[in-house]
Nanobody, 128 residues
């Protein structure tokens, strides 16, 4: 399984950006919970957003709630993170992650250890 994140770059405060993450290999993409995390220099990796099967449920970190939208296209094995009104504190490497769902009833989680597969990350830099 490979997760390839893209779409990062250097933007100004207030700008918008859309990150993409495409899964390839032996995937069961539609059955996975997909998440976005980020890690700033010197800080721990932190949760940003997650989306459940079929996009029925979403979960956001307080820091991005109202400014970000997570979505998925199962036909393309791709998850997206649309971010708007970006702030300098959003500067980080953004990672996508996949969680294999192990039961019919599940809750979206922001715990790093609950995710099974990780992409390589894409850098987002927001200048003030």
């Amino acid at each position: 399984v490979q997760l390839q994140a893209s779409g990062g770059g250097l933007v100004q405060a207030g700008d918008s950006l859309r990150l993409s993450c495409a899964a390839s290999g032996r995937t069961f993409f539609s059955s996975w919970v997909m998440g976005w995390f980020r890690q700033a220099p010197g800080k721990e990796r932190e949760f940003v957003a997650a989306i459940g099967q079929s996009g029925r449920t979403m979960k956001y970190a307080n820091s991005v709630n109202g400014r970000s939208t997570i979505s998925r296209d199962d036909a393309k094995n791709t998850v997206y993170l649309q971010m708007s009104n970006l702030k300098p504190e959003d500067t980080a490497v953004y990672y996508c992650a996949a969680q294999r769902v192990r039961s019919e009833i599940y809750s979206l989680t922001g715990e790093v250890d609950e995710y099974d597969y990780w992409g390589q990350g894409t850098q987002v830099t927001v200048s003030s």
